[in-house]
Nanobody, 114 residues
């Protein structure tokens, strides 16, 4: 069984920063493609950033140059550094992987408001 546990969410003012973490268990993290998704109230879940096992990284256009996805393959932790946060970034952020099937964490809430 794969377990994904997110942490690091919270409330921040516009322009602020947060770093999300996702601790992963039950999979070979080094070769897993890992991703962050988010879902704002009343909106569909969307892909924010993905880190593939080949080292390729992709971002949602609206977060490019503000968010950075990274991973610690020894500690099996996925990170999302979020800088210059905007109220439109307010959402629940989910860690995701596909390991024989799709797995999701329970999410961590990020609220950006002034």
């Amino acid at each position: 069984q794969v377990y994904l546990v997110e942490s690091g969410g919270g409330s921040v003012q516009p322009g602020g920063s947060l770093r999300l973490s996702c601790a992963a268990r039950g999979l070979n993290f080094k070769i897993a493609t890992m991703a962050w998704y988010r879902q704002a109230p009343g909106k569909e879940r969307e892909l924010v950033a993905r880190s593939s096992n080949s080292g390729e990284v992709t971002y949602l256009d609206s977060v490019k140059d503000r968010f950075t996805i990274s991973r610690d393959n020894v500690r099996r932790i996925l990170y999302l550094q979020m800088d210059n946060l905007d109220p439109d970034d307010t959402a629940t952020y989910y860690c995701n992987t596909v390991w024989r099937r799709e797995f999701w964490g329970k999410g961590t809430l990020v609220t950006v408001s002034g």
